[in-house]
T-cell receptor, first 113, second 113 residues
Framework: NAGVTQTPKFRILKIGQSMTLQCTQD?????MYWYRQDPGMGLKLIYY???????DKGEVPNGYNVSRSTTEDFPLRLELAAPSQTSVYFC????????????FGPGTRLTVL | RKEVEQDPGPFNVPEGATVAFNCTYS??????FFWYRQDCRKEPKLLMS???SGNEDGRFTAQLNRASQYISLLIRDSKLSDSATYLC??????????????FGKGTKLSVIP
């Protein structure tokens, strides 16, 4: 089992560019999440999904979009990158709605200049 | 009051020392509590859940005081490999059958030879 995988590991974007952060899990988890972690701050939930075709906003969804066409994949889209989106992005998945244990991917370090 | 508040650290302790971390949470309806560990530039990983009666896992002991909305983690006989940031995490109900994890900013521990 690879667990949760994310690509790319690092990316530098210019202001106004777009990109998609990829996330895949092979644990057959229905629940998936996207977080961002700014330096010295706690993780903040961007979007989450309770199953294929179902997504919902978290605490900080502005500037992002998601889709969930399969159980395995949960990509995060940045449409018009801004410096405020410089952060480390973590994708996670869990077996049940309670999210008692969330399994995290290794993260994507994004810098917007 | 912040949702989940932790001692900011850093805690620098010698090998073999006992160290305790504290955490307070603001939402009295919070249902479940966890400690996650995050190594430098890595993803968070579940260390242990925290139960009302208190629980122990080897050198690690977690305690919960619901009346005071307070969670603690005690590490005995610290090892160099315990050096990491420890995240206090609280789970609450966000409606429509889903839950949300709220993460503290973390407490950094450095165990010194």
């Amino acid at each position: 089992n690879a667990g949760v995988t994310q690509t790319p590991k690092f990316r530098i974007l210019k202001i106004g560019q777009s990109m998609t952060l990829q996330c895949t899990q092979d644990m057959n988890h229905n629940y998936m999440y996207w977080y961002r972690q700014d330096p010295g701050m706690g993780l903040k939930l961007i979007y989450y999904s309770v199953g294929a075709g179902i997504t919902d906003k978290g605490e900080v969804p502005n500037g992002y979009n998601v889709s969930r066409s399969t159980t395995e994949d949960f990509p995060l889209r940045l449409e018009l990158a801004a410096p405020s989106q410089t952060s480390v992005y973590f994708c996670a998945s869990s077996y049940d709605a309670a999210g008692n244990e969330q399994f995290f991917g290794p993260g994507t370090r994004l810098t917007v200049l | 009051r912040k949702e989940v508040e932790q001692d900011p650290g850093p805690f620098n302790v010698p090998e073999g020392a006992t160290v305790a971390f504290n955490c307070t949470y603001s939402n009295s309806a919070s249902q479940s509590f966890f400690w996650y560990r995050q190594d430098c530039r890595k993803e968070p990983k579940l260390l242990m859940s925290v139960y009302s009666s208190g629980n122990e896992d080897g050198r690690f002991t977690a305690q919960l005081n619901r009346a005071s909305q307070y969670i603690s983690l005690l590490i005995r006989d610290s090892k160099l490999s315990d050096s990491a940031t420890y995240l206090c995490v609280v789970r609450g109900f966000r409606g429509a059958g889903s839950y949300q994890l709220t993460f503290g900013k973390g407490t950094k521990l450095s165990v010194i030879p």
